[in-house]
């Protein structure tokens, strides 16, 4: 039962990290919230049930969901971001803000306000392993996730892109002197941000076999508690941070009853908050480039 | 007629309805060394902003080269060979040396080059980063991060970084500020072997006896104004700059 219940709670918490990735992504190098983000999890979520309702294979749907995310991501970063780039930081937020309260309209009007679900058939069989039993669907999502986290941090970590990426984090003005194109790089991250959206969007989806259009922002605020507990300055603490919110909130809808759960994952959020206000793996103020 | 690789022509810059430069001409000729040196607050940094765009001139112009880059925007004036450090050094803390010598060069290359590791893709920018280290002798901290490294290690690094760009010209803003002697006598080495590869060096300097044996050609600047050029002795012996700074330290 435990052991189940920990499965259970690594699979959400691992929806949780993708999503805390992708708004970290943008928030480490930006320094904005962008909260269109919830919604394009939102639409993932839309797209990969409508490419297996389409009968395509789950892979294909992930990708998809992927694509759709970092298109309409784009869009958000051309329309809403680019034009306000030198206005204050609350501005853009407000204009992310727009977009997602347009993207969860559209899905209403597309797809009604009523939760779509899955036959069972979709959902796959058991994988059992001696005492505890896990769904393929979990595994899926686990493995999914392993996977996307790698290529997120190759990215970051090893390529010409990922590093100016950090260096523009760090200190904008000295990577453009360095010949760092920030408009690109920004768009690149919007982008690569908004595929993670869509893809956590297409895992929790299809995990739980339904979908409404209010999932984002239950989902996309707790994925924000997941940035902010990880620490918001480095975009590593989500993958420590996701788990443990993921683990909390399904240990307490198990013992304790979900009325309270919610209580307990944000009452876990404010606590540690209070214990390292710079989140688990944030660095002090300090460290962080000059902002000219 | 010298081969000048950098001409400031009556470049002025005003903040304000104060003059911070005021018609400011001075050259650089190619593979030589030249100081600009004047007290606290005198335009030198100012002068800086200006050749590498970060500020706008309001009149005047600025050539490398021959070429008009007056007023160019920053990124296109690093490419077109002028690289600067600063006063206050600015690396990227969390990024190791190594890191630093790779974001310093950005080639156009596609976008799925650019996502492939360094190593396969851009073979030459490695190679380049391994010749740079070599020749500021960081190799042994290659792998550390910026900020755990010490003061003066930062400021190689940073040294470093420009000259990672193949520049043509490399400015350095008050380069031994803060440093102590040993300190100090290692970046001039650095700078004279980086002269002996042809590099052009403009250098802010604060303290006269640093550039007196370094530059072949000096700029006296107070209040945003010329006072005085010329080889370091004739600049030494120059009652106006000795008026410039001994009334300086009178004050203070």
Known sequence: MLLQQLVNGLTLGAVYTLLALSFSLVMGILGILNLAIAELFMIGGYIGFAAIGANLPLPVALVAGMIGGALISAVIEKLGYEPLRDAPVVTPMLSTLGFSIILQNVAINLWGSDPLQLPDQYLGGQLQFGWFTIGKMQLTVLVATVLLVAIVAFIVQKTSTGRALRAVAENREVARLLGVSANRLVLFAFMLSGSLAGAAGVLISLHYAAITPYVGVEVGLKAIAVMVVGGSTRIWGALVAGPLIGLAEVMTVAYGGSQIRDFVVYGLMILILLLRPQGLLGGAQIDRGQRV | ?252
Request: include cysteine; charged fraction near 20%; charge should be negative.
């Open chain 2, 1 to 252: 007629m010298k081969d000048w690789l950098l001409q400031l022509q009556k470049v002025s810059k005003i903040f304000g309805g104060i003059h911070a430069l005021s018609e400011v001409s001075c050259t650089v000729p190619r593979g030589e060394i030249v100081g600009i040196i004047g007290p606290n607050g005198a335009g030198k940094t100012t002068l800086f902003n200006v050749i590498t765009g970060a500020y706008l001139a309001d009149s005047g112009n600025v050539l490398l080269d021959d070429q008009f880059v007056t007023n160019w925007a920053p990124y296109r004036i690093v490419r077109s060979g002028i690289a600067r450090t600063f006063q206050n050094i600015r690396l990227f803390p969390s990024m190791t040396v190594w890191e630093h010598l790779l974001v310093a060069q950005q080639h156009s290359g596609s976008i799925f080059r650019r996502l492939l590791p360094t190593a396969w893709a851009d073979p030459a920018a490695c190679e380049r980063a391994e010749e740079v280290l070599d020749f500021f002798d960081l190799t042994a901290v290659r792998d550390r991060e910026a900020r755990s490294l010490p003061y003066g290690i930062q400021r190689r690094v940073e040294m470093a970084r420009a000259v990672t760009m193949k520049p043509k010209l490399l400015l350095l803003d008050e380069p031994v500020a803060g440093m102590n002697q040993e300190e100090a006598e290692n970046i001039r080495q650095l700078m004279l072997r980086l002269r002996e590869t042809g590099l052009a060096i403009l250098l802010i300097e604060h303290d006269m006896n640093f550039v007196m044996n370094l530059c072949s050609y000096l700029y006296v600047l107070d209040f945003g104004i010329l006072i005085a050029e010329g080889s370091p002795t004739e600049v030494r012996n120059n009652p106006v700059v000795l008026d410039a700074y001994l009334g300086q330290d009178a004050d203070a």
